[in-house]
């Protein structure tokens, strides 16, 4: 049996195999060590939940903390990403994307097309995402589906460490800006991940479970959950095929379709705010270029639309839960004309 | 000072000013016809600027222009041909058509772009400058901004991180005193926007952006202090445009004959011709020639932007990643 390590590991060990394969790559964000300018201890957080904890000593001079000014550090990763280095730089929530979004959707999402295909920008954003940390309104939204609107961005969003080093290592070789989602409630997971550097394609879907029954299209955390549902209803004899999209940008249009002319049933889990998400995007194409294989209207399992909420009894009911996923499966299964 | 430039040089100078000038009369007039699509921002007045410093500066070395960006393409070596065939919105322009006038680029001559967004260029040229660090090379990345985005927060962002990494960045503001149709006597809350350098902890200079030679040396000191590993200085560049913030703006809200004054009173193509010639440097004649020289290179730039092809359909979808 292959070594299992966390999410949190996973990534970092992606991190560290680049960063000694590639001088030009460079970490950077707020704390990503952690003691710059002060007397005690460098390497003191390692990142806020210490996700690049031990670079610092491993890459001198190459993990860079930054002030607290994200437009000016994702926008100087960017720049740099066109001079030669293939930053990582840390958003650290994607919440706080407010404050420098100029810079990734109309700087570097940009460059290539509006200067006629003749610039790289080689930079991968990091930033954590999703709600279950009891970190309220403003450090808990998903946002992908904000990304994955703008063209010229990738968007991808590992689930498990398996992906999440793999996906990490070909982010870090990709030659246009990509933003990598890491959901904060993911960082302990355990799963088996190889010793040795290996990519995981962009644009591929991982089907997690095979069925012929239904389709549940699902992304990030949300894969877990819809896993768990689909094993409960397999107990119920209905078999249900789980379909991680891995990246929202580029999307696998083709595995969806395929699953879903094959089931005639949709189901699609996303975390988000459900209005213009990555939920009501999938159930659009499906309804466009699948319609007539659909035996049932399709259900979106999504948080609702209201911000993320701080007490636990409110925040434990925004989050889909595998009985929310459960139930959506049961009325598109039992739908009749 | 004019004693250091050679002949050469100050030909140099001369041609690069003239040719940002006549581009931008020619396209002053040919927007007035309508054939010139979207809307442009002329830097007919500021030439001094641009060359004054980019004479300074290698291919290797990085600037970061703005939406009035035409001036510093040219000076930083940017085709002319090129340029035209862009803003005219033809397949043959830099960006093949797929930037117009306020986002010309070319990144193998270290030109990082126009910038449609008001102060877009701070954070990048710090990234720049911040890879020559990395890379332990000794050029300098250079942001042009306006009076306008002197009061963005991703300057007084990109000023800090500037000084905090100790980067080769020079930031110059040049202020024409218009934000648009705000005066920057309102918009800007100090006397000077150089007096912010002390804020950033970094020398802040106040130069006559009318005048080639002032601006030329005031900035060989603070790219020679980068390029030696001294860090940033914020230059203030004092000038005017001559024409509205885009063509068409009547500029109603700049004083009458404010413009007339200012040409006649300062022009730097004027000022520069006149104490060249009159120190024995160059001679009339040879700047006439560089005249009709420039004259003719615009004139074929818009007879071949005019007659060059738009780009196909097909272009649309292409260019958007550089791996799909």
Known sequence: ??????????????????????????????????????????????????????????FPGRVIDTPISESGFIGAAIGAATNGLRPVAELMFVDFMGVCFDQIFNQAAKFRYMFGGKAETPVVIRTMYGAGFRAAAQHSQCLYSLFTHIPGLKVVMPATPYDAKGMLIQAIRDNDPVIFMEHKMLYTLEGEVPEESYTVPFGEANVVREGDDITVVTLGRMVHLADQAAQAMQKNGVHVEVIDLRTTSPLDEATVLESVERTGRLVVVDESNPRCSMASDIAGLVAQKAFGALKAPIEQVTAPHVPPPFSDALEDIYIPTVADIQGAIGRVMEFRR | MASELTKDRLLQAYRTMRTIRDFEDRLHADFATGEIPGFVHLYAGEEASATGICMHLGKDDYIASTHRGHGHCIAKGVDVMGMMAE?????????????????????????????????????????????????????????????????QGTIFEALNLATVWNLPAIFVAENNGYAEATSSKYSVACDNIADRASAFGMPGVIVDGFDFFAVHEAAGEAIERARKGGGPTLLEVKLSRYYGHFEGDQQKYRAPNEVAHIKEAKDCLTTFAKRVTGAGQLTQAELSAIDA??????????????????????????????SY
Not at chain 1, 4 to 13: G, H, L, S, W
Not at chain 1, 36 to 48: N, R
Not at chain 2, 97 to 106: C, E, F, L, T
Not at chain 2, 115 to 121: F, Q, T
Request: hydrophobic share 40%.
């Open chain 1, 1 to 58: 049996m292959a070594r299992k390590i966390t999410y949190q590991q996973a990534i970092n060990e992606a991190l560290a195999q680049e960063m000694a394969r590639d001088s030009s790559v460079i970490v950077m964000g707020e704390d990503n060590h952690g003691g710059e300018g002060s007397p005690g201890e460098q390497d003191a957080w390692g990142g806020v939940l210490g996700v690049t904890k031990g670079l610092y000593h491993k």
């Open chain 2, 293 to 322: 020289e420039v004259a003719a290179l615009i004139e074929e730039s818009v007879r071949r932007a005019k007659s060059d092809p738009k780009p196909a359909a097909a272009d649309l979808m292409t260019d958007v990643y550089v």
């Open chain 2, 87 to 151: 803003i005219w919105g033809k397949k043959t322009g830099t960006c093949r058509g797929k930037g117009g006038s306020m986002h010309i680029a070319d990144l193998s001559l270290g030109m990082m772009g126009a910038n449609g967004i008001v102060g877009g260029g701070g954070p990048l040229i710090c990234g720049a400058a911040l890879a020559m660090k990395l890379r332990k090379l000794d050029d300098v990345a250079i942001c042009f901004f306006g009076d306008g985005a002197s009061n």
